[in-house]
């Protein structure tokens, strides 16, 4: 059965592609394999608008409404596409402090944006609200939600947020990394996956359809900060050093920190790091299966520990 949530989504998607406020998803995708893994490398056509929305004259990446550049300029640096979201676009509130948005240039059908009601920093630190809004979509409709905390990491905005895509074998998740690993480790346990050669560490959590949504959020901000403690992750006050991503679904988290943003021109977000490499074009598909996946993937990271 379809939850109030999931209807809601569906309707509001519908909407705004009639409306012309979200384009259909176009994609090509190639199957890569390395060491044992499967990656899908897909070329999205939203991906490139993203980037033109970026340019001048361009109306940002979240609004369709307001002006967005400045006279002979760039894009206003303060124009926030999350603080007064284009109502087309707007699904409803998740709990008291997130909203859920149709991500504008999404990645997949049914791509959302959770958030924060008030702005706060992108880079700083997740915290129990933030795993609260995750733990209410993720305990009804299961998924992958995940964080890309700071540019280097794939974010695109500095308003807190953290992104949900529905379970389906097209999209990112951490289950074939998961099936990699002990099925009976107990919540809390953290582990480390052999085929990843990068600084990483999997924790396993209650995170998934049906979990109890509060002992789910504590149990992933615990998670959180274990990973983040034995990976020496830093807080100072430009956030959270090194930037760095995070993925929960399927009752296991990832936090990984990151290096920097791009390989040869690819912009390599939490996704990758569950299966999908997403591109703006054809030939970076070449780029990436010259390279092999999990080398992709070490380039941006740190190195393994």
Known sequence: MVSTFMQTVRIRTDAAIASGDLQPIQAEQVVLQDQGLSFIVRWVAALA??????????????????????????????????????????????????????????????????ARREFAEQCSPLEAIDFQALATVLSAEGGLGFYNGGAAAGASQRHKHVQWIPPSDQ????????????????????????????????VRVAAGRGADVRASAD????????????????????????????LVGDDWMLVLPRSQEHFQGVSVNALSFGGTIYVRNVAQIDAIRHTGPLQVLASVALPAQ
Do not use: E
Request: charged residues 10%.
């Open 49 to 114: 608008a993203k980037d033109a929305a970026s340019k001048p004259g361009s109306q940002g990446a979240g609004s369709a409404s307001a002006a967005t550049t400045l006279p002979g300029g760039p894009r206003d640096p303060s124009f926030n596409p999350f603080l007064n979201p284009d109502p087309a676009l707007l699904v409803g509130p998740v709990g008291d402090h997130h909203v859920a948005i149709l991500n504008k240039f999404p990645v997949c059908l049914h791509h959302l944006v959770l």
């Open 171 to 202: 999209n990112a998740s951490l289950q074939a990394l998961g099936a990699g690993m002990s099925d009976d480790l107990a919540p809390g346990t953290m582990t480390r996956h052999p085929a990843l050669p990068l600084a990483h560490r999997f």
């Open 219 to 246: 149990s992933m901000l615990r998670a959180f900060s274990q990973a983040c403690a034995a990976l020496d992750l830093q807080v100072d006050t430009a956030g959270l050093l090194p930037p760095c991503n995070m």
